[in-house]
């Protein structure tokens, strides 16, 4: 399997971590807005989405140590996911703007360093004049 797959399936399972975590502390205004969403079309219940979302944690640490590169980047993910959703990080605009920002820079040095190997972009820095 390519790198770009495997970068692809990084970001995929780290985003599913993401989701369901959020999914789940905001099912009534999913009801509201998107109710095509599993748990208000109740195609799962509440206690398996959180079950779900804590399998996901060790699941998408174990895969960035599997990629030795990306475990920085996983470990920011899982306390990013955990400050902004559980910790309701997102209920005010400056602290969601924060999680947000280094949300997309831990997704983008995940994916990168998945994609190109830890060994190659170490080697393209020490090359650097």
Known sequence: ??????????????????????????????????????????????????????????????????????VRPGIALTIGIFVNNELSFDAHWFTRGICNGLGYAAFNSGATYVACGEQRILSFMHSLP
């Open 1 to 70: 399997m390519s790198k770009t797959l495997h970068a692809i399936f990084w970001v995929w399972l780290h985003l599913l971590q993401f989701c369901v975590s959020n999914q789940t502390l905001s099912v009534d205004e999913d009801r509201a807005n998107k109710p095509w969403r599993p748990l208000p079309a109740e195609r799962i219940t509440k206690s398996q989405a959180r079950c779900l979302r804590w399998l996901l944690l060790p699941l998408c640490l174990l895969q960035s140590f599997y990629y030795s590169g990306a």
